[in-house]
């Protein structure tokens, strides 16, 4: 089914406006695998099941020729499984050099006020950030950093990072590279971290709802900044702007980021 037949199918559903919600896809018939975002004057819908091809985006009575890439490969059963989390994750406040982390990288306030699920794990001496999918309210992955500068790799990989790690309930939001930079931010924009620097299709869900979208990877993938937001932009984006950083957002404090995005 075409962009067009599907934007028919979905504006026959008897939607609500300016309202985001769950429901069954109308396409592949699934269960609550269909999200719908009717806000900002313009209708959304992207299908969750990895076999579906059900997404897209039409603004007010133009269509934007978008339509995100399908996946071209299924993924297979221990690419979407749900994450456990490990007996080895523990808080962070039984380790004083995970809280100093956290401090060091403005990530306490983000771990305080429960806007991060911030863990430290004992096994592999690392801070780690769990991942949660927002939609499904399913813990998604993990990525732990090293507090011993000798541990390779800095960054591990819990399980897949299908999902963006997302910090943060404002309106606008902010892409960035680690979970350290989207809590830094999370007070000002709300962070979504790629967990390095490729964005995935399966990304786009977690970004298409906020007003103002900007890109701003650590200084020196300015490049890859540029080319997200080309990129965004070519799948019907059209509210995105890039940030060229002096340095990664965990080192600035919550004024310092306001003065970056909004003065």
């Known amino acids: 089914m075409n962009y067009k037949q599907q934007l028919e199918v979905i504006k026959n559903l008897n939607l609500k406006q300016d309202h985001k919600e769950r429901t069954d896809c109308p396409f592949c018939h699934h269960s609550n695998t269909m999200l719908i975002d009717t806000t900002g004057n ?33 993924k297979n059963d221990s690419e979407l499984s749900v994450f456990s989390i490990p007996e080895s994750f523990k808080s962070p406040f039984s380790h004083e050099k ?17 806007r991060a699920d911030i863990k430290y794990d004992v096994a592999q001496d690392r801070v780690v950030f769990v991942v949660k999918n927002k939609y499904t309210n399913e813990y998604a992955g993990a990525v732990g950093r090293a507090l011993n500068k ?4 800095k960054w591990f990989m ?5 999902v963006p790690f997302v910090c943060g309930e404002c309106d606008d939001a902010v892409i960035v590279e680690d979970c350290a930079s989207a809590c830094a931010v999370s007070g000002v ?7 390095g620097t490729s964005l995935a299709d399966t990304h786009l869900a977690h970004i298409m709802q906020y007003k103002n979208i900007y890109v701003a990877l650590d200084r020196d993938a300015t490049t890859k900044s540029f080319s997200i937001a080309k990129e965004l932009r070519s799948k019907g984006f059209t509210n995105v702007k890039v940030k060229a950083l002096e340095d990664d957002l965990k080192y600035f404090k919550t004024d310092e980021i306001r003065s970056i995005f909004y003065d």
């Open 42 to 74: 313009s209708i959304g819908w992207y299908c969750f099941h990895a076999s579906c091809k059900a997404k897209g985006k039409h603004e007010g009575q133009k269509t934007m020729d978008y339509v995100i890439n399908t996946f071209s490969n299924k």
């Open 98 to 114: 995970a809280m100093k982390y956290l401090r060091n990288n403005n990530c306490w306030d983000s771990f305080m006020m429960n």
């Open 150 to 153: 000798d541990t390779y790799p």
């Open 158 to 162: 819990y399980g897949n990072k299908h």
């Open 189 to 195: 924009l709300t962070g979504i971290a790629l967990m």
